[in-house]
């Protein structure tokens, strides 16, 4: 198994507090994402990151930011959480160390933090 | 607008016989595509991928098939074992923004094995 977790597991918290989830892989891996799973949705792309400080918006990126300060650490920031954003977040990773341009698609997953806000 | 779509929410196949899950997607662009098995409480677990330039995946009782034309993609799963009960993600990759490639997934369909 990829070398991937995600802290917290599990968080409470209310409408309008900041809140960080923070991945952090071992594999060295050059792009990590950020999902978010919800029923009726399947899993949908937050942010990802293709290198140090280089990271671009998915799919559902609004009221979330994100940072990328080292190659293993990758964190999602809800500046102030409202309860659509109660959800189950996985962080997921791909790529080697290789050459740029190099294509590599098959992504691994975290365990996923479960975040609640009310 | 959902690019990738996995129409049947639920299947139930007894043990011993095919599991066959079915994908549809929209995208032309996509060329490489997987398939994710997840059980509750932890996160997705890569099964199996194609590429587009094939027609057929096999590792082990896991066979994916790719039908470009139809735009649609099968996983087939012989003999389905118990363990094999489990949520189901089909996924196509795309490329996006700046140098990055994501997956766009299905909502998933729950498969339950009975013995």
């Known amino acids: 198994d990829a070398g991937i977790t995600q802290s917290p597991r599990h968080k409470v918290t209310e409408t309008g507090t900041p809140v960080t989830l923070r991945c952090h892989q071992t594999e060295n891996h050059r792009y990590m994402y950020w999902y978010r799973q919800d029923p009726g949705h399947g899993l949908r792309l937050i942010h990802y990151?293709?290198?140090?400080?280089?990271?671009d918006k998915g799919e559902v990126s609004d009221g979330y930011s994100v940072s990328r300060s080292k190659t293993e650490d990758f964190l999602l920031t809800l500046e102030s959480a409202t309860s659509s954003q109660t959800s189950v977040y996985f962080c997921a990773i791909s790529g080697t160390s290789g050459p740029e341009g190099f294509r590599t698609d098959t992504q691994y997953f975290g365990p996923g933090t479960r975040l609640t806000v009310l | 607008d959902q690019q990738v779509k996995q129409n049947s929410p639920s299947l139930s196949v007894q043990e011993g016989r095919i599991s066959i899950l079915n994908c549809d997607y929209t995208n032309s662009m996509f060329d490489y595509f997987l398939w994710y098995k997840k059980y509750p409480a932890e996160g997705p677990t890569f099964l199996i991928s194609i590429s587009s330039i094939k027609d057929k995946n096999e590792d082990g009782r896991f066979t994916v098939f790719l039908n470009k034309s139809a735009k649609h993609l099968s996983l087939h799963i012989v003999p389905s074992q118990p363990g094999d009960s489990a949520v189901y993600f089909c996924?196509?990759?795309?490329?996006?923004?700046?140098?990055?490639?994501?997956?766009?997934f299905g909502k998933g369909t729950s498969l339950l094995v009975t013995p």
């Open positions: 996924a196509a990759s795309g490329f996006v923004g700046n140098s990055g490639y994501a997956l766009n």
């Open positions: 990151s293709y290198g140090v400080k280089d990271t």
